[in-house]
């Protein structure tokens, strides 16, 4: 799939706001038949342009109640120091995304716990205890207004 034209972008669009819409329900929303509609999703499926569905989770309800933006920076900037940290992150559930971005840092992170304290346990025992880390910026999310991640 070269290029994507106005309905394919409707669909993933529509499939944005409502992963479990039916076939049926997708197909009105955007303009087409279900069979074309089916046939488009399954395109933009094989191309990788949808790369999968997961579900929304409101992670309050859980109990996770404080969001913040971290920004992280190496004390080392070696490939072994980034695998390092990487799997120091993939195994942490606190962070939710862990970005490798350019900048003044080498990192971005998203950190959802219960409350102040609870980030200041994972800020001092799991994020200072790294000894690939020699910074660390915390952004408090106050509110939300806009967030389409799935």
């Known amino acids: 799939m ?3 034209d106005q309905i394919d972008a409707r669909i993933l669009h529509a499939l944005e ?10 197909a009105e929303r955007v303009g087409l038949s ?12 094989r191309a990788g342009i949808i790369a ?26 070696t490939r072994e ?11 942490a559930p606190e962070v939710i995304e862990c970005h490798n971005i350019t900048g003044t840092v080498e990192y971005m992170l998203r950190i959802e716990v219960a409350d102040l304290s609870a ?6 025992e799991g994020l200072g205890g790294l000894p690939q880390v020699s910074s660390i910026t915390s952004y408090v999310v106050m509110a939300s207004p806009k967030d389409l991640r799935g």
Request: charged fraction near 25%; charge should be positive; include cysteine.
């Open 17 to 26: 706001s409502d992963g479990r819409q039916t076939n049926a329900a997708l």
């Open 119 to 124: 980030y200041k346990r994972f800020h001092a």
């Open 2 to 4: 070269d290029e994507i």
């Open 81 to 91: 120091a980034q695998r390092q940290f990487e799997a120091a992150m993939a195994a």
């Open 52 to 77: 999968g569905y997961r579900a929304r989770i409101d992670r309050t309800k859980l109990g996770r109640s404080f969001t913040s933006f971290v920004t992280v920076g190496l004390s080392s900037h």
């Open 34 to 45: 279900a069979s074309a509609c089916l046939r488009r999703v399954q395109a933009l499926e």
